[in-house]
């Protein structure tokens, strides 16, 4: 009998989702090769090293800690086996305000009692506990019932639906529970995790500050880059081939379109496979790695997440008053969020967050010394047809002087600098580092600006050459309600549709692709052998999603190879039964508001039935 051929596989790009679905198919006994353009895995999730320093280039901060540590059980390990120690971050973070005032935001019980009735009193405190209630319900829904899953059809997005209030902003929804502007602040800001204004984020997202003040933040010790370079060693022990400084130029197609055979690269080396996983930002795929088509087109129209100035400083001392996590708020701060993600401009005053990683880490520094990495979001960069819509004709060429702050710069039609590709980008960083280092201090009190000795930046047109992101979106496309669940682009590469070139863009546009997609059937709207996994597809953006997207394709790509799943095995079945002492016992009586509608209801029609019945005929 003849030996079954070995399955192979190409992975482009080795981000966080690319090296999770590289280990779990060569784990199910694929013949993987990964392909990365740059000369380090990771992506965003890569290390800065100079003098001494090392900086976290993108993700700084660990959440979802359960997703990572499940990760690596399935891939038979576990963290500390490969390595990896993380250290918990308390508090959370401190958050200045414009007034003077700090809020500490903490996993322990008691700090939060404390800060919240500080501002809110008594009642405040219940009603932080009764907001963590349906924030917890957000985190578990999403986790089990979107996370884990694939949302390839209507039905399944629309049975999940009221319960995750995507209808509402998480800034509507803190609203009833947070009663100062002060609070509803402090209970908001995680939204930018996800690239989005909190006044325009569905109320869904409230589990990121959730997951963060029931389950800590966590920072891996060498950097978040270590979580990369595990995953890596897993994959290397089941035979994945790594290969770096190795650009993918497209993806070769069969003759009719409807199956992927391999990919070319930029040497013009073509490589044959199975399966092709892309794992490169998802809209520059789409447009630079396939044959251009309106569906392409259509996912350059969608709304993408905010882009960044990221600093990275290496002090002559060390800021004692700066905690592992800061967040310093815009006294202004709806505009600051409008003017990021509705003008796609550089606030006047932004809101940003300073990590000091050498204070939880301190082999981030050299003795003695403390490493600061600041982001500060900012607009994505514009295409010529939108920067001509927003921005005044001189603009573009404007000369902008690094002698007063962004205010003074900014043209008086907008309340910000807009970020685009033609812009002075030396003179708008220097801009904001004078704002940011000028708010520290004044907020603070800390002199950051004495101490640097060592420098590096990042802003929109770095990230997007480094690593191909679309517009320089830092987080791949927005998260707004029409770009998630059964509205994101699938984890199986689509194939354009009739209606794309009669309705390519907007609402509309992504609405007729799912119903016409409902329509004509997986089958047909998809290409066979082609995968994308990533920020920009299904589950969404973040680390810990898109491990958990890595899970969900190589979980397709199994299925649709007839494989087993070999990681179902370490999987505890959920609803096992438990004995003894730890057997669950439902209480059938649970004096919730819902039974005794019940009972009214039931009281009410019994006595409508024996007046009916009593009375004389």
Not at 504 to 519: H, K, M, W, Y
């Amino acid at each position: 009998m003849a030996e079954k051929k070995q399955e192979t596989a190409i992975i482009i790009g080795a981000g966080a989702a690319g090296l999770s679905t590289a280990a779990r198919l060569s784990l199910a006994g694929l013949s993987v090769t990964v392909l990365e353009k740059n000369s380090y895995i990771g992506g965003r999730c890569s290390l800065l090293h100079r003098d001494g320093y090392r900086f976290d280039q993108g993700p700084s901060l660990l959440l979802l800690p359960d997703m990572f540590h499940n990760t690596f059980r399935e891939l038979g390990t576990t963290l500390e086996n490969e390595g990896v120690e993380l250290s918990k971050c308390e508090p959370n973070y401190h958050i200045w305000f414009g007034d003077g005032e700090m809020v500490k935001m903490s996993s322990d019980l008691a700090t939060m009692k404390k800060e919240v009735e500080r501002w809110e009193g008594k009642e405040g405190y219940e009603r932080y506990l009764a907001w963590l209630g349906e924030a917890h319900r957000h985190y578990e829904v999403s986790v089990q019932q979107v996370l884990l899953r694939n949302f390839t059809s209507l039905w399944k997005f629309l049975r999940h639906l009221l319960a995750l209030h995507p209808f509402e902003s998480i800034w509507t929804r803190a609203g009833k529970y947070f009663w100062t502007e002060r609070l509803r602040r402090v209970f908001t800001f995680g939204s930018m995790y996800m690239g989005m204004s909190p006044f325009d984020a569905p109320g869904t997202y409230s589990l990121l500050q959730y997951t963060e003040l029931a389950e800590g933040i966590w920072y891996p010790v060498g950097g978040f880059w270590k979580i990369m370079e595990a995953l890596q060693k897993v994959g290397q022990r089941e035979g994945v081939e790594y290969r770096l400084e190795t650009a993918v130029k497209r993806i070769v197609l069969s003759a009719d379109g409807s199956r992927a055979v391999g990919v070319e690269l930029e040497t013009g080396e073509v490589m044959t496979a199975d399966v092709v996983v892309n794992n490169s930002d998802l809209v520059y795929a789409y447009n630079e790695l396939l044959q251009k088509s309106d569906y392409a087109e259509a996912l350059k129209e969608r709304p993408a997440s905010c882009s960044s100035i990221s600093f990275y400083w290496g002090l002559d001392g060390k800021v004692p008053e700066l905690e592992a996590h800061n967040i310093f708020l815009a006294d202004e701060y709806k505009e600051s969020f409008d003017s990021i993600f509705k003008k796609h401009l550089i606030p006047d005053e932004p809101s940003f967050y300073v990590n000091v990683p050498s204070r939880v880490d301190p082999s981030a520094a050299p003795e003695g010394k403390d490493a600061i990495v600041v982001l500060v979001p900012v607009g994505h960069l514009l295409d010529d047809e939108t920067r001509e819509a927003q921005i005044p004709s001189d603009a573009a060429n404007r000369s902008i002087h690094t002698n007063g702050d962004i205010k003074s710069a900014s043209p008086k039609q907008q309340s910000g600098l807009a970020p685009t590709p033609t812009q002075d980008w030396p003179a708008m960083i220097a801009l904001a580092r004078k704002t940011i280092l000028s708010t520290i201090k004044s907020r603070t009190g800390a002199d950051v600006g004495a101490l640097i000795t060592t420098e590096l930046t990042n802003d929109p047109t770095t990230w997007k050459s480094a690593f191909n992101l679309d517009k320089g979106a830092i987080l791949g496309l927005s998260h707004s309600f029409f770009n998630v669940l059964c509205f994101r682009p699938t984890t199986r590469a689509r194939r354009t549709g009739v209606l794309d070139s009669w309705v390519r863009g907007g609402v509309l546009g992504t609405v007729g692709q799912v119903l016409e997609d409902a329509v004509r059937g997986e089958e047909r709207s998809r290409v066979e052998g082609l995968y994308m996994v990533g920020a920009s597809t299904h589950p969404g953006t973040g680390v810990p999603i898109c491990l958990a997207g890595g899970k969900v394709v190589a979980e397709q790509v199994l299925g649709d190879l007839g494989m087993g799943v070999p990681w179902a095995e370490n999987i505890k079945l959920e609803g096992e039964r438990r004995k003894g002492l730890d057997r669950e016992e439902r209480p059938v009586w649970l004096d919730s508001w819902e039974q005794w509608m019940i009972v009214v209801l039931v009281a009410a029609v019994a006595a409508v039935l024996y007046a009916w019945f009593a009375t004389p005929r």
